[in-house]
């Protein structure tokens, strides 16, 4: 069946270095590529998204590429902060189906 | 800003009690999701209902859960009896329709549910 795969945390950085989260997916056909976010106790929040391949989501600064020959989608950001600090999971999502997620990856970023 | 609400927010109980979860989705929405995520994991699917239809509960453990959404909008999941390992956070969330794989999915805060 269809997984995520994403790089193990966490992952601790310092305030404006550069972030690369890697994701590697299984799937059939042309599935849709998703990052959410999860701060301390809330629910997911949407990051962005990428609907087929070469589409490139962006949002808050993070930015993601569909890449189909690599089956990868990859989440970057040029300079995180303090307050990018979370859990990121990437998702997939045939159509119409529920969102299959990968683990998670912990963010921690100090000052 | 529209948004996912459920409650309880925490829930504690004792194994062999019954609990109940309750979302209210989106205003329109017609797909609604009830997921769970066991702490340091991704969510998974427990059901997905599309108005007042069950799509897919292939991942729900009959023999304890249900989940209901009668009038197709707001939804409850029950566990009768807990056990130990259903200790996790509850997640529901709503997309607009069933049809497209770009619709996002939109998630409320969750419960969190702790079994003694």
């Known amino acids: 069946g269809d997984s995520v795969t994403q790089m193990e945390g966490p992952v601790t950085l310092s305030e404006e270095a550069f972030l690369t989260i890697n994701c590697t997916y299984t799937a059939t056909g042309y599935p849709s590529l998703f990052w959410y976010v999860q701060y301390p106790g809330e629910g997911l929040q949407l990051l962005l998204k990428?609907?087929?391949?070469?589409d490139k989501g962006s949002n808050k600064g993070f930015e993601a590429t569909y890449r189909k020959e690599t089956t990868s989608f990859h989440l970057e950001k040029g300079s995180v902060q303090v307050s990018d600090s979370a859990v990121y999971f990437c998702a997939l999502s045939q159509a119409g189906t529920a969102l299959i997620f990968g683990k998670g990856t912990t963010l921690s970023v100090s000052s | 800003e529209a948004e996912v609400a459920q409650s309880p927010r925490y829930k504690i109980t004792e194994k062999s009690q019954a609990v109940a979860f309750w979302c209210d989705p989106i205003s329109g929405h017609a797909t609604l999701y009830w997921y769970r995520q066991i702490l340091g994991q991704g969510p998974e699917l427990l059901v997905q209902?599309?108005?007042?239809?069950?799509?897919?509960d292939s991942q729900l453990p009959k023999d304890r859960f249900s989940a209901e959404r009668l009038k197709g909008v707001d939804s409850t999941l029950k566990i009768q009896p807990a056990e130990l390992g259903d200790s996790a956070m509850y997640l529901c969330a709503s997309s607009p329709r069933l049809a497209g794989a770009t619709d996002t999915q939109y998630f409320g805060p969750g419960t969190r549910l702790t079994v003694l």
């Open positions: 209902f599309q108005d007042e239809s069950v799509v897919d």
């Open positions: 990428a609907t087929k391949a070469d």
